[in-house]
């Protein structure tokens, strides 16, 4: 690999705090921390990403393994931590920072793009908060092919390169229930053009440090935001829109896909409108506007898949308070916040439109998009499935709620099937009043709505076998996941099966890693 390559552009634009002291603490005045990696002495790899790692210039593994778990570095590479706050459960929490991640730098391909590496679970930082700066191969393998699923769905996302066990085992409770025990450690790279939070500018704000909130923005911009002009009066304000519109764009495909976040906080919402940090998420099985993975939100349900939008809303407002010391027009800012508000769901209503097949947003698709949404959340029809069957059959001239038994997570009943069949002619009225070809709208659909999603219970399934040390199903689901809007193996295209309705990993997960 062209380790070599490797720069430290946001190093050397920022101030830094370059004792090399690991032990937690507050750091005004710095935005990052100089750290050395932890040392592990049995590397073993799962898992590299080839396409991605020539895609960003870094070139061929060769023999350069070490790399990936941040070892027998080259003294060209600065490692260091970045310092960040945010609200957490709609909370203040203060200071926060890069705990469990570690940065090598940035490198830049061919076609002079920039991205940023980044290690996950490879040691401690002033920013650990008392932890201990690892991640176990559960949490490891969830984040690499997820980030990965993701990509491949078209969705927003910070991407994996490679996966590594670190050879230590480490200890976690993952339940919080006072049971903690000993798993495989493991450490990811990841990549991403940015990993700028929202918090990083909370931070800053926070601490009145209002020079470098300004040189951070200008900086954001000049790399990463084309569409704002850095000479413009307005380029602040103008910046805090592009996240906003970007951030809508994300969340609009969180939806159309079915992913659940379960931890919104503002310390994981990307400025660039990545998917970012994959914890207790969990893609959508049976519809529930109420679901959330995260065991840490309940009884709350603040970070449930409905209220995603409204959240991503919230975290943006957070944003415009951090920002309004640099902008200094709380009408603009208000205005944009309230432009998300009205945008987004003529945006998301655009969404459905391409997963029904219909051509264009009519004036009353929005009470069509209700009564579907009622009927989901009350029968709990697996959300991937029904539009799967939906587009299979969508050619025939006599839908039949028959063919939806399979998306029941229960014994349906005979009013459940009157109901769904009652939903299937009002389909196709509204499909009608299409102005595209009649087989138009099946292909529109197959762009849209995925074959394949990432379940929890394949994960778990694969991370099961991995922690035994059979790498055949992760290597399976690495594999499918490259090609989710194709028809592959029916075996993975299945709803949850209830042996595993109540098994921790499964349906619902914490924060541990």
């Known amino acids: 690999m062209n380790i070599k390559n490797i720069t430290h552009k946001f190093v050397d634009s920022f101030p830094g705090d370059f004792s090399g002291d690991l032990h937690q ?35 061929n593994l060769d023999q350069d393994l070490d790399f990936l778990a941040a070892q027998n570095l080259p003294a060209t590479i600065e490692t260091y931590a970045t310092a960040y706050a945010g609200h957490q459960f709609g909370n203040w929490a203060g200071q926060l920072g890069d705990g469990r ?11 002079n793009q920039s991205f940023e590496l980044q290690w996950k679970g490879v040691g401690a930082t002033p920013y650990s908060r008392f932890a201990d700066g690892r991640a176990v191969l559960r949490s490891s393998v969830r984040e690499f092919l997820m980030s990965e699923a993701m990509f491949h769905l078209g969705v927003p996302t910070t991407r994996a390169l490679s996966l590594v066990k670190t050879g230590e085992l ?3 409770d993952i339940a919080y229930d006072g049971h903690p025990k000993q798993e495989q450690g493991a450490a990811v790279l990841r990549v991403a053009e940015s990993f700028l939070r929202f918090g990083h500018f909370e931070l800053l704000s926070a601490r009145k440090e209002f020079d470098t909130l300004q040189k951070l923005i200008d900086f954001a911009i000049e790399n990463y935001f084309d569409e704002v002009k850095i000479n413009s009066e307005t380029k602040n304000l103008d910046f805090f829109k592009a996240i906003a519109d970007r951030t809508a764009k994300m969340i609009i495909e969180w939806y159309r896909v079915g992913f659940v976040h379960g931890v919104m906080n503002t310390d994981n919402m990307s400025i660039l409108g990545l998917t970012i ?13 109420e679901f959330t993975p995260n065991t840490t939100d309940l ?57 029904f097949g219909f051509d264009v947003l009519l004036k009353n698709d929005d009470q069509f998009f209700t009564t579907w949404q009622q009927m989901m959340q009350d029968l709990k029809l697996d ?12 050619l025939e001239d006599n839908l039949d709620a028959q063919k939806f038994i399979s998306t029941f997570y229960s014994v349906p009943k005979t009013e459940d099937l009157e109901r769904i069949n009652l939903f299937l002619r009002s389909y196709q009225e509204r499909l009608a009043q299409n102005k595209i ?20 219970y394949l994960l778990y399934e694969a991370i099961q076998d991995l922690e035994n040390g059979d790498q055949t199903k992760f290597d399976v689901l690495l594999k499918t996941l490259k090609n989710p809007y194709q028809k592959g193996d ?17 349906s619902q997960l914490s924060c541990s890693s």
């Open 25 to 59: 603490r507050q750091t005004p005045g710095f935005l990052f921390a100089n750290v050395l990696p932890a040392e592990f002495n049995k590397i073993e790899l799962i898992a590299f990403n080839e396409e991605l790692s020539q895609e960003i210039g870094l070139g």
């Open 101 to 111: 991640a570690i940065f090598a730098g940035e490198i830049k391909n061919k076609n």
């Open 170 to 172: 480490v200890t976690r």
């Open 277 to 289: 940090d994959y914890g207790p998420y969990s893609m959508m099985d049976e519809y529930d506007l």
């Open 299 to 355: 009884p709350g349900k603040r970070y449930a898949f409905g209220k995603q939008a409204q959240i991503a809303h919230w975290n943006l407002l957070q944003l415009a308070n951090s920002l309004f010391p640099v902008i200094k027009d709380e009408k603009a800012l208000q205005t944009v916040l309230e432009d998300y508000a009205s945008n987004f769901w003529k945006l998301h209503d655009e969404m459905l439109c391409k997963k």
């Open 383 to 394: 959300y991937t499935l029904f539009f799967n069957v939906l587009t299979d059959n969508i």
């Open 437 to 456: 070809s009649k087989d138009d709208p099946q292909q529109l659909m197959l762009k849209n709505n995925p074959q394949f999603i990432l379940r929890n």
């Open 490 to 506: 029916a075996s993975l295209n299945q709803k949850r099966p209830q042996k595993y309705n109540l098994i921790y990993g499964c």
